[in-house]
Antibody
């Protein structure tokens, strides 16, 4: 059974940093592109970042470029999102999602809530 | 890229059929056959219901079907059941490794 389990969310002040983690199981993690997708409270879904199977390619939505960094450790079946210079508008539930293909996501974690507030 | 346009809400009675539309442009929905639909119950993660416009992942009931005409994709749920009550989001590949999501539609089963 495919499982994705996120952790690391919490309350952080504007300008602060947070590192999210996602541990994968039930599939060959190193064979898939992985993504972070977020959902602000009461709002829709927004793709945040993606990383290639071997970590050699990374892409970000414009609003987080230069502030967020996606990475992975295939030996630990883990995906990460380092978030710096956080803003109120980054407040959201962050989901780890496996890419099926062509920007379609077939498995999602349960999400971790990030709240940016003073 | 602008978000895809979905109705804010739709409703139907048990056993009926409902259709949710998702309108984009020739740069996303109309340009690629990579439209997907996600079901999200309150407080839960999204679940893939349809991909590649009309394909169903294993385990998704055949009551759920997808289609596309021009720049508009549609999700049809037939034989509506109480557990279908949820939010539904469409998404489309938009070229250059970009994805665009719809704003979501709340389905109410009366």
């Amino acid at each position: 059974e495919v499982q994705l389990v996120e952790s690391g969310g919490g309350l952080v002040q504007p300008g602060g940093s947070l590192r999210l983690s996602c541990v994968a199981s039930g599939f060959s993690f190193s064979n898939y592109w992985m993504n972070w997708v977020r959902q602000a409270p009461g709002k829709g879904l927004e793709w945040v970042a993606k990383i290639k199977e071997d970590g050699s390619e990374k892409y970000y939505v414009d609003s987080v470029k230069g502030r967020f960094s996606i990475s992975r450790d295939n030996a630990r079946n883990s995906l990460y999102l380092q978030m710096n210079s956080l803003r109120a508008e980054d407040t959201a539930v962050y989901y780890c999602a496996r890419l099926l293909w062509w920007s379609q996501y077939d498995y999602w974690g349960q999400g971790t809530l990030v709240t940016v507030s003073s | 890229q602008s978000a895809l346009t979905q109705p804010r809400s739709v409703s139907g009675s048990p056993g009926q059929s409902v259709t949710i539309s998702c309108t984009g442009t020739s740069s996303d929905v109309g340009g690629y056959n990579y439209v997907s639909w996600y079901q999200q119950h309150p407080g839960k993660a999204p679940k893939l219901m349809i991909y590649d416009v009309s394909k169903r992942p294993s385990g998704v009931p055949d009551r759920f079907s997808g289609s596309k005409s021009g720049n508009t994709a549609s999700l049809t749920i037939s034989g509506l059941q109480a557990e279908d009550e949820a939010d539904y989001y469409c998404s489309s590949y938009a070229g250059s490794l970009h994805v665009v999501f719809g704003g979501g539609t709340k389905l109410t089963v009366l």
